[in-house]
């Protein structure tokens, strides 16, 4: 079993930078490929971003490609998340989830260790 807590959201305006983060205990999260989702009022959770387990390789949602970079440091057990030119489509609940199934996967049943979630809102 791991835990993930993420932080690091908060209310920002349009143009502007957030940088999340996701602290694993537990297990070691080199064993995972790592995710962020998000979820707006009234919307179904969404992919955002993926990493492998070395963080070789990233892959990103057309809405935040060029815009948000996801980052690891297994050795600090953490996944980052470095946001900008934020727009208030952006905002949302960002959560940060393991999959331990393996690479590629942008479904939220696909992956299997959740965190509870840090707020983003993004005003006009």
């Known amino acids: 079993q791991v835990q993930l807590v993420e932080s690091g959201g908060g209310l920002v305006q349009a143009g502007g930078s957030l940088r999340l983060s996701c602290t694993a205990s537990?297990?070691?999260?080199?064993?995972?490929?790592m995710g962020w989702f998000r979820q707006a009022p009234g919307k179904e959770r969404e992919f955002v971003a993926a990493?492998?387990?070395?963080?070789?390789?990233?892959f990103y949602a057309d809405y935040v490609k060029g815009r948000f970079t996801i980052s690891r440091d297994n050795a600090k057990n953490t996944v980052y998340m470095q946001m900008n030119s934020l727009k208030p489509e952006d905002t949302a609940g960002y959560y940060c989830?393991?999959?331990?199934?393996?690479?590629?996967?942008?479904?939220?049943?696909?992956?299997?260790?959740w965190g509870q979630g840090t707020q983003v809102t993004v005003s006009s």
């Open positions: 537990g297990r070691t999260l080199r064993n995972y490929v």
């Open positions: 990493i492998s387990w070395s963080g070789g390789r990233t």
């Open positions: 989830a393991a999959d331990t199934r393996g690479w590629g996967h942008v479904q939220a049943y696909e992956y299997d260790y």
